[in-house]
């Protein structure tokens, strides 16, 4: 490989490694946000309509998921990256612009702007996955660079609640989405900052990538078995991601139905703590792309969905009145601190460890010898994440019938899911089919 081409290279690789930490930063945003808009007199706590924010991000990527994935093949990395980077842009504009309305129009209006930054995201996500899988050459190279990649993403979505979180202290009926304009002047400042930077580093599609009108594609992903449990796969994972944080951000943060009476912040130690967990998945991944040159992303599934299905049963089981002391990071004042929880939140927090590795070895296990479609299945796979919004919906309408601890059985049969799949379904039994 030339110095020249080696140095595109890295530019391109730390690119995507950017765009990776934009992506968290976004999605991040709505579980937290989720807290202030499920505490007005319109809304009426209902954990379900508080989620909704959550649910429109995810929910964009049904419908951008497949035209994501042409835009990719059609007009090239760069300039799906820089419309994926200007619709994110106006989507948080939306949401900071809701601020400005209250009740019922108000929550539409975030709504909107919640499902508009779904599109970017969803877009972003197109662009970086299958860009460093192919940068680092696909197997256990590719898998290490979205392992690093996935490290930034985990940074940026341990600040996100942290500081939503920091900024709404105590929730009541008059917190205001102008309570937290400071994280929507960020984002949008990161948005504008990475199209102009963006803008100006070349980048040139590698050429694995490149899908021509000759191309002839006799099958299609779905032609795959493995590539089709591989989609539900990713569908219950991203719910589980987004999931276990988001309802455990909404139980310590609820004086009523769940943990917030143990605290005088109850909204800040709910965003605290599940920054805990993105935490914890920033450490897993940084740990596993240390390893991941030499450990298979088959293995590495199997061991951490056995061990989450350990802890998310524990949680259940857990009383909320056994407490255990647990650092938290208070963003505001730049300082750790010890507080009491509920022990199950603990063992939920402690899942981000299994979570840190689950996208990335699934993705690498779903499109394992699809060749020249790997493209289409990347833009099936984003369709598929509109899971982080469908999991958490399901597991908050339980919240609301059984209370918050058991609503957990949702996520548990995803892990176990997930199990299986690492277990037997991952196995490409169509290696006849032609790829080249």
């Known amino acids: 490989m030339s110095q020249t081409k ?17 992506i968290s930063f976004v999605t991040n945003l709505g579980a937290p946000i989720g807290v202030i808009w499920k505490n007005q007199p319109e809304i009426g706590g209902s954990n379900v309509l508080g989620i909704m924010g959550n649910f429109m991000n995810f929910f964009a990527y049904l419908f951008m998921g497949i035209p994501a994935g042409k835009m990719l093949t059609k007009v090239g990395y760069k300039k799906t990256a820089l419309i994926g980077i200007a619709v994110g842009f106006f989507g948080v504009l939306i949401q900071y612009l809701s601020g400005f309305s209250s009740g019922i129009p108000g929550f539409c209006i975030y709504l909107l702007g919640a499902f508009i930054s ?22 256990n190279r590719g898998n290490q660079l979205n392992m690093i990649g996935g490290t930034l993403n985990s940074l940026s979505g341990t600040l996100t609640p942290m500081l939503v979180g920091a900024l709404i202290g105590t929730v009541t009926a008059s917190t205001q989405m102008a309570d937290v304009n400071l994280v929507m002047f960020i984002a949008m400042a990161v948005f504008a900052a990475a199209f102009v930077i963006l803008s100006f580093i070349p980048i040139k599609d590698p050429e694995a990538a490149r899908v021509t009108s000759e191309t002839k594609f006799e099958h299609s992903p779905w032609s795959f ?12 994972y991203v719910g589980v991601e987004v999931g276990i944080p988001g309802g455990l951000n909404f139980f310590l943060s609820d004086s009523e139905r769940g943990a917030g009476s143990m605290f005088a912040d109850a909204a800040t130690i709910g965003g605290a703590v599940a920054a805990m967990y993105w935490l914890l998945m920033l450490i897993g991944r940084l740990c596993s792309s240390i390893i991941a040159a030499k450990v298979s992303a088959r293995t590495l599934m199997m061991i951490t969905t ?45 899942c981000g460890l299994c979570t840190s590795v689950m996208w990335t070895s699934i993705f690498n296990l779903a499109t394992e010898g699809l060749g020249k479609y790997t493209a289409q299945a990347s833009g099936i796979f984003m369709m598929m994440v509109v899971g982080g919004g469908v999991l958490p919906v399901v597991q908050n309408f339980f919240a609301d019938i059984l209370g918050y601890m058991p609503s ?29």
Do not use: W
């Open 306 to 350: 056995a061990v989450a299905m350990i802890l998310i049963i524990a949680a259940m089981l857990t009383p909320k009145s056994v407490t255990v002391s647990m650092p938290l990071f208070r963003i505001m004042e730049g300082s750790f601190s010890s507080v009491v929880v509920p022990m199950s939140a603990l063992l939920l927090v402690l």
């Open 118 to 139: 779904g599109f970017s995201v969803c877009i972003l996500n197109t662009v970086v996955n299958p860009m460093l899988n192919l940068l680092g050459g696909g197997g």
């Open 6 to 22: 080696q140095n595109g290279s890295i530019i391109a690789i730390v690119t995507m490694f950017f765009l990776y930490a934009m």
């Open 225 to 236: 078995r493995h590539l089709k449990l591989g989609v539900i796969a990713i569908f219950v």
């Open 408 to 436: 957990y059985f949702v996520y548990l049969l995803a892990v176990a899911y997930m199990f299986y799949y690492a277990l037997i379904g991952c196995k490409n039994v169509n290696k006849d089919i032609p790829v080249d």
